[in-house]
């Protein structure tokens, strides 16, 4: 069975700091992108950070840079988005997605999300 779960989420206060977690099972993460997304209440859902197979090229938002770390490994199957400094507008929730290439075309996967709340 495929899946990504999705975890690390929680209460923080602003300047805190959160790791969240994407574990696959079912299929590897190790080759093609995977990013991470937030979405805000009424609002779309955002690109945050991205990472292809290897770690060859890592790419953030504008708004996080500097703050958010992508990072993989991929003997656990799992990806990491280390966020520090936190702001109360990095309160989303945030989702995982995979984007795995097969001989057929490239596959989208989506976890459930996990809530992350900045708030004094």
């Known amino acids: 069975q495929v899946q990504l779960v999705e975890s690390g989420g929680g209460l923080v206060q602003p300047g805190g700091s959160l790791r969240l977690s994407c574990v696959a099972s079912g299929f590897s993460l190790s080759s093609g992108v995977v990013n991470w997304y937030r979405q805000a209440p009424g609002k779309e859902r955002e690109l945050v950070a991205s990472i292809t197979s290897a770690g060859g090229t890592i790419n953030y938002t504008d708004s996080v840079k500097g703050r958010f770390t992508i990072s993989r490994d991929n003997g656990e199957n799992a990806v990491y988005l280390q966020m520090n400094s936190l702001k109360s507008e990095d309160t989303a929730v945030y989702y995982c997605?995979?984007?795995?290439?097969?001989?057929?075309?490239?596959?989208?996967?989506w976890g459930q999300g996990t809530q992350v709340t900045v708030s004094s």
């Open positions: 997605n995979a984007r795995p290439p097969t001989n057929w075309g490239i596959l989208n996967y």
